[in-house]
T-cell receptor
């Protein structure tokens, strides 16, 4: 089976850095993805890690440690528009298994 | 601009009705998915299709069936709607091409209420 754990809610101030963690248990694993979903919107793809290490895309970075079954999403220079839910997802044999999501609240 | 569209944004049905949710993608993707999203539970996979007329059960297929007669269209069917199927339903698609297979594209969702 698949199991992903992430915090339910995180609050940070504008301009700060925030890290959203994800731990997973899975019977098979190709990589870890991150998705962003604004209220009322569809999830949109942010990043994917197939190998250990850090992937950087602008203000967002994602990290994976396969030996620890652990990853995180790092958001820098937080902006109000970053207020959203963030989901980690395991990619495995053409399927995706999602965590329950972390609601990020960015305050001025 | 790549697109996944769903037939309705909001739908209200009565218990026992047969419900069809339609999803169309214009990216020539091989894989298509149906999820339901409920507060605190994230996205749960209902069914997955990797080719025309091919399907696989996800984590919560009970009470649902699917149909994929054409590559671009994937339908979710609630044979006899029940109140516990009130939820947000999200359709997604993904490519099988190497280097693209890890990204899913989502439709806007259908909020279904069963009375």
């Amino acid at each position: 089976g698949q199991s992903l754990e992430q915090p339910s809610e995180v609050t940070a101030v504008e301009g700060a850095i925030v890290q959203i963690n994800c731990t997973y248990q899975t019977s098979g694993f190709y990589g870890l993805s991150w998705y962003q979903q604004h209220d009322g919107g569809a999830p949109t793809f942010l990043s994917y890690n197939a190998l250990d290490g850090l992937e950087e895309t602008g203000r967002f970075s994602s990290f994976l440690s396969r030996s620890d079954s652990y990853g995180y999403l790092l958001l820098q220079e937080l902006q109000m528009k970053d207020s959203a839910s963030y989901f980690c997802a395991v990619y495995n044999f053409n399927k995706f298994y999602f965590g329950s999501g972390t609601k990020l609240n960015v305050k001025p | 601009d790549v697109k996944v569209t769903q037939s309705s944004r909001y739908l209200v049905k009565r218990t026992g009705e047969k419900v069809f949710l339609e999803c169309v993608q214009d990216m020539d993707h091989e894989n298509m998915f149906w999820y339901r999203q409920d507060p605190g539970l994230g996205l749960r996979l209902i069914y997955f299709s990797y080719d025309v007329k091919m399907k696989e059960k996800g984590d919560i297929p009970e009470g649902y069936s699917v149909s994929r007669e054409k590559k671009e269209r994937f339908s979710l069917i609630l044979e006899s709607a029940s109140t516990n199927q009130t939820s947000m339903y999200l359709c997604a698609s993904s490519s099988t091409h190497r280097g693209q297979e890890n990204e899913q594209f989502f439709g806007p969702g259908t909020r279904l209420t069963v009375l």
